[in-house]
T-cell receptor
Framework: QKEVEQDPGPLSVPEGAIVSLNCTYS??????FMWYRQYSRKGPELLMY????GNKEDGRFTAQVDKSSKYISLFIRDSQPSDSATYLC????????????FGAGTRLTVKP | IAGITQAPTSQILAAGRRMTLRCTQD?????MYWYRQDLGLGLRLIHY???????GKGEVPDGYSVSRANTDDFPLTLASAVPSQTSVYFC??????????FGSGTRLTVV
């Protein structure tokens, strides 16, 4: 079993839809949780960062962490074609990033 | 523009050849990392460096070596390339736990 599981999709939604992306994990020591967005043939870029449990909102994006269930989510409201990308979850047990673990990524397409 | 520069962008390499992937950052970040990205496996850490002069092994270090002579540069060397090293390689840097800044990647094909 992988430490971090992420449904690879692909996920296709119409423009304006609410998108829910999820990851589960097995290591209860993870404390730092991140979401990255990766456009085709580009490097990942940090989208959201959360420490421990709770919610964080940034514009159309909301990140949720439920440590009791070992489950994290990224919600995208009013999705746009420009949101079409692969979304990677990542998590680390320590402040030091050497133990970072990534999900395999979910490919999202938002159709106009 | 501040960020990470990787070179080359892509390369086809004969098996058994030696190759160095270059990575330079201009953000003065202490920590730097090399990842490989493979379909279905996601990003896996090859080597890291927490500060100039130090390096460490990640999840998949075999067949790769790194050096960190200064803060800005973190080259990755494949001493004798094998087809299983065909992948997209990303260099990243960080100055705290709030995630990485990634480069644009090097697409390497070993034939």
């Amino acid at each position: 079993q992988k430490e971090v599981e992420q449904d690879p999709g692909p996920l296709s939604v119409p423009e304006g839809a609410i998108v829910s992306l999820n990851c589960t994990y097995s290591n209860s020591a993870f404390q730092y949780f991140m979401w990255y967005r990766q456009y085709s043939r580009k490097g990942p870029e940090l989208l959201m960062y959360t420490y421990s449990s709770g919610n964080k909102e940034d514009g159309r994006f909301t990140a949720q962490v439920d440590k009791s269930s070992k489950y994290i989510s990224l919600f995208i409201r009013d999705s746009q074609p420009s949101d079409s990308a692969t979304y990677l979850c990542a998590m680390s047990p320590t402040y030091n990033n050497n133990d970072m673990r990534f999900g395999a990524g979910t490919r999202l397409t938002v159709k106009p | 523009i501040a960020g990470i520069t990787q070179a080359p962008t892509s390369q086809i390499l004969a098996a058994g050849r030696r190759m160095t992937l270059r990575c330079t950052q201009d953000m003065r970040h202490n920590a730097m990392y090399w990842y490989r990205q493979d379909l279905g496996l996601g990003l896996r850490l090859i080597h890291y460096s927490n500060t100039a002069g130090t390096t460490g092994k990640g999840e998949v270090p075999d067949g790769y070596s790194v050096s960190r002579a200064n803060t800005d540069d973190f080259p990755l060397t494949l001493a004798s390339a094998v087809p299983s090293q065909t992948s997209v390689y990303f260099c990243a840097s960080s100055d705290d736990s709030r995630g990485y800044t990634f480069g644009s990647g090097t697409r390497l094909t070993v034939v």
